[in-house]
């Protein structure tokens, strides 16, 4: 009997959700997409098969295994279809309220054996496993985004997650196609974000006037050869998924260099959420781009 890999996706995530389900689909498992809005299976299987056709182009699989990745995804709205799965993994709005509600949920739901994984990238795993009776089987499991092309998972560990729940992933064959696994213990931010975020330096030196967007940006591009500058892929994560991580942050560890800019929170205030709202720090529109708010609280 083929393995289940069940993905949970609900407003606010489906498109990340979607990502997630077409790499884990190209692994060959069996893909249950869970969505509460049907339209939203519709136009999901639809953009499957419009970047899998892509992801050749990216070197990342074969034209007929993106092809034959669409016939192991099959959507539901139903939670207790997930009863069967070996392995659920949620990539829902990144609220710990709301991520606890669904796993006591599907704590009911899933077969004894069934793992649970969060896609998070700064909520803690173990108080989301205490949600649920089965806490050694709780990890986290976050994806870079876009998940078929970015090639590395971070693996949590949250205090209570046992050593099988732990290699599950790996020796499951979850990551067979060129991903790259790194585990972390269950502190804010994980490894990458625990590392990344004190770039919100950059937000300050927008905001004190030492540079502008292009100049803070084409630093760090050319300087230290990073592929986006700071500023840039912070609009590309979502200026409010910026600060809700660095809020998680500076709460758990109390520390001052995760304190959010005052400019990056009034980009979010005015909504200037990034290239998903088409305006971030930069402009994505095709009208001329409005004034910059840099440097002018």
């Not at 949920?105 to 009776?133: F, G, Q």
């Not at 696994?181 to 974000?193: E, K, L, M, T």
């Not at 709460?251 to 990034?274: E, F, H, M």
């Amino acid at each position: 009997m083929k393995r289940k890999y069940v993905l949970i996706s609900v407003s606010g995530r489906r498109c990340m959700g979607l990502l997630h389900a077409q790499h884990v689909s190209s692994e060959g498992w069996d893909i249950m997409l869970e969505d509460l809005h049907s339209m939203v299976h519709f136009k999901a299987v639809l953009s499957s098969q419009n970047i899998l056709k892509h992801l050749p182009g990216f070197g990342k699989m074969t034209s007929d295994a993106g092809s034959d990745a669409l016939v192991h995804l099959h959507c539901t709205s139903n939670l207790e279809d997930l009863h069967s799965a070996d392995v659920i993994i949620e990539a829902i709005v990144e609220s710990e309220d709301v991520k606890r509600k669904l796993f006591s949920e599907l704590d009911k739901i899933a077969k004894a054996s069934c793992i649970l994984a969060s896609n998070t990238s700064s909520i803690s795993i173990t108080r989301l496993a205490s949600a649920t009776n089965r806490p050694q089987q709780v990890i986290g499991m976050h994806f870079m985004n876009p998940p078929p092309i970015m090639r590395l998972v971070e693996i949590v560990r949250g205090a209570d997650t046992s050593d099988a729940s732990l290699s599950f992933p790996c020796a499951s064959g979850i990551f067979r196609f060129g991903k790259t696994v790194i585990c972390s213990q269950d502190y804010p931010g994980f490894i990458v974000n625990r590392i990344l975020m004190p770039m919100n330096e950059a937000f300050y030196t927008l905001y004190t006037g030492v540079a502008s967007e292009e100049d803070v940006d084409t630093g760090m591009k050319l300087g230290t050869n990073h592929p986006m500058g700071p500023l840039e892929l912070a609009d590309f994560i979502g200026l409010d998924v910026c600060l809700s991580i660095m809020k998680i942050q500076h709460g758990g560890l109390g520390d001052g260099r995760y304190a959010p800019s005052p400019l990056l929170v009034q980009y979010v205030d005015a909504g200037r959420l990034g290239r998903k709202r088409g305006i971030g720090v930069y402009s994505y529109r095709k009208a001329a781009k409005e004034t910059s708010l840099s440097g002018r609280l």
